[in-house]
């Protein structure tokens, strides 16, 4: 990997009349992002411009967004999505529950730290200004990023956590939420998958099918994407790619969101799960709802 001979490559692919896209979509797509980010820093000192602005200037639209998305550093794409969920026009709740719901407290951590340095008001303080009632207090602590990130199983205490979601929830009239957040939002993964399964025997239904017939609206997404991601990460991917492609019209912002995020991450994995839940894979759906410049790089992401 020379960082020099790609930032030339690029100039040369940006250089003159027309656009070489191709040439741009083979060579951002076979770095990583840490190779990205030097090529980005080379660009400036060999060539004396910005390579952000000049892609900018050549492309547009969706591949506009994708390549623009590779070239920012992971903590600041994160950072960069959640501001536009909450400051865009109108609140994007799926985008904020999709992050929040799926990354790690470290990841979290430096979200926030990069949110106040970026934007100089806290990523808290936005989704308390942005959402209300109960997701908003479900949002607010997911972005604490205080989750227990051990393995141990208290098995009086799953007992105890699942028997605490079932009175909370299927054997009463009206629902404790909160008793939910601070469970789901909180204990280790290991010991909420025991609880999970106690929860099945003691109200002889899944806890998914509890939260929606309990919840409804935001507050049921993100509690639902809570446990989906607890129990598969790349199977709740998946069906986030899925539901972005299918039906009327394709809902970009989470496509491109998900190719970007997760391409050095988990994407064979999801690629895995999607085929499994869907029975066709990521790349035949991909190249079925889009097109162009879009769909090649989205393919080259999705690779395979």
Request: charged share 30%; aromatic share 8%; proline share 1%.
């Amino acid at each position: 990997f020379s960082a020099e001979q790609e930032a030339q490559a690029l100039r040369k692919a940006m250089k003159g009349f027309g656009t070489d896209e191709d040439a741009i979509i083979e060579i951002l797509t076979k770095l990583n992002v840490s190779q990205r980010q030097q090529v980005l820093i080379t660009y400036k000192s060999t060539i004396g411009r910005d390579l952000i602005d000049d892609l900018k200037s050549e492309l547009s639209g969706n591949f506009e967004r994708v390549i623009i998305g590779l070239m920012t550093p992971t903590t600041m794409y994160d950072v960069h999505e959640l501001r536009r969920a909450l400051k865009g026009a109108g609140t994007d709740e799926g985008c904020l529950i999709e992050i929040l719901a799926s990354r790690t407290n470290e990841e979290i951590r430096y979200i926030n730290e990069n949110y106040k340095l970026q934007y100089s008001s806290t990523l808290e303080d936005d989704i308390v200004s942005d959402t209300s009632s109960m997701f908003r207090r479900v949002l607010v602590s997911l972005a604490t990023g205080n989750r227990d990130e051990g393995t141990f199983v208290d098995e009086a205490l799953a007992q105890q956590d699942a028997q605490c979601l079932y009175e909370a929830g299927e054997k009463k009239w009206g629902t404790d939420e909160v008793q939910f957040m601070s469970i789901l939002c909180t204990r280790n993964r290991c010991h909420l998958l025991r609880v999970f399964d106690v929860y099945r025997g003691i109200a002889n239904k899944d806890i998914t099918e509890s939260i929606k017939s309990e919840m409804s609206g935001d507050l049921e997404d993100a509690l639902l994407a809570v446990v989906k991601c607890l129990r598969n990460k790349p199977a709740y991917f998946a069906e986030r790619l899925y539901k972005s492609m299918k039906g009327l019209g394709t809902d970009d912002s989470t496509l491109i969101r998900v190719m970007v995020s997760r391409s050095e991450i988990d994407m064979l994995y999801i690629r895995r799960e999607f085929l499994s839940m869907y029975g066709k894979s990521l790349h035949s759906f991909i190249k079925g709802d889009c097109s162009g410049d879009y769909r090649k790089v989205l393919l080259r992401l999705c690779g395979g």
